[in-house]
């Protein structure tokens, strides 16, 4: 009976501690091992985050190195695309005055030899001939390269292709047409490599 007693105080004892503290022990004890799981949860997602956000910093970091290695490149590749382009700009300029050099030097030889005939012969119509197949040796080279005549003395002036000098009466006619030209001009394919300086009626 003694033993009885004994173990019911204490299990008064146990109940009223419990009440007091607004929950059973088996309910504290399973509140204490909820919190311990919660604190380890988190734990293991405060790690799981800083290896995401490392993987992250390695992969932008992998991305950058790619994009100024292309750029890089781009900008070699570009410097010798300006380098090549210069170069073939110049050789052009050398090549299209030498081809032009070449096409003039038989009519300078053609010059020194009409030169040459002129200080040994008297006849003045020979050498008028070969004065004129100079001339047309001379326009045939300009025509191969693209150059051409600007033909325009009697017909209506054209400041596109005419430069006036001067103007003249010439009567009703002749009013604003070219009447002499003074200094050929010349085409170099569709564009005006020299205009003509002109007299213009009026």
């Given at each position: 009976m003694k033993k009885e007693k004994v173990y019911n105080e204490a299990v008064e004892d146990e109940v009223k501690a419990s009440s007091e503290t607004g929950g059973t022990p088996h309910e504290e004890a399973?509140?204490?091992?909820?919190?311990?799981?919660?604190?380890?949860?988190?734990?293991?997602?405060?790690?799981?985050?800083?290896?995401?956000?490392?993987?992250?910093?390695?992969?932008?970091?992998?991305?950058?190195?790619?994009?100024?290695?292309?750029?890089?490149?781009?900008?070699?590749?570009?410097?010798?695309?300006?380098?090549?382009?210069?170069?073939?700009k110049m050789d052009l300029v050398q090549t299209g005055g030498r081809d032009v050099l070449l096409e003039m030097l038989p009519v300078r030889d053609d010059v020194q030899r009409a030169l040459a005939a002129m200080e040994q012969s008297d006849d003045i119509e020979?050498?008028?001939?070969?004065?004129?197949?100079?001339?047309?040796?001379?326009?045939?080279?300009?025509?191969?390269?693209?150059?051409?005549?600007?033909?325009?003395?009697?017909?209506?002036?054209?400041?596109?292709?005419?430069?006036?000098?001067?103007r003249f009466a010439a009567g009703e006619e002749m009013k604003g047409k070219v009447i002499d030209v003074v200094q050929t001009g010349y085409m170099l394919g569709e564009r005006v490599l020299r205009f003509a300086k002109v007299v213009v009626g009026e």
């Amino acid at each position: 009976m003694k033993k009885e007693k004994v173990y019911n105080e204490a299990v008064e004892d146990e109940v009223k501690a419990s009440s007091e503290t607004g929950g059973t022990p088996h309910e504290e004890a399973a509140d204490a091992n909820v919190a311990d799981e919660s604190s380890e949860t988190s734990d293991t997602m405060a790690v799981g985050g800083d290896s995401s956000e490392s993987d992250a910093a390695t992969e932008l970091e992998s991305v950058l190195a790619e994009w100024q290695d292309k750029y890089l490149r781009l900008q070699a590749e570009f410097d010798n695309y300006r380098k090549r382009t210069l170069k073939e700009k110049m050789d052009l300029v050398q090549t299209g005055g030498r081809d032009v050099l070449l096409e003039m030097l038989p009519v300078r030889d053609d010059v020194q030899r009409a030169l040459a005939a002129m200080e040994q012969s008297d006849d003045i119509e020979a050498l008028r001939s070969g004065i004129r197949l100079i001339s047309q040796k001379f326009t045939e080279a300009l025509r191969r390269k693209g150059v051409t005549e600007i033909e325009v003395k009697d017909k209506e002036f054209d400041a596109e292709y005419c430069e006036a000098v001067a103007r003249f009466a010439a009567g009703e006619e002749m009013k604003g047409k070219v009447i002499d030209v003074v200094q050929t001009g010349y085409m170099l394919g569709e564009r005006v490599l020299r205009f003509a300086k002109v007299v213009v009626g009026e």
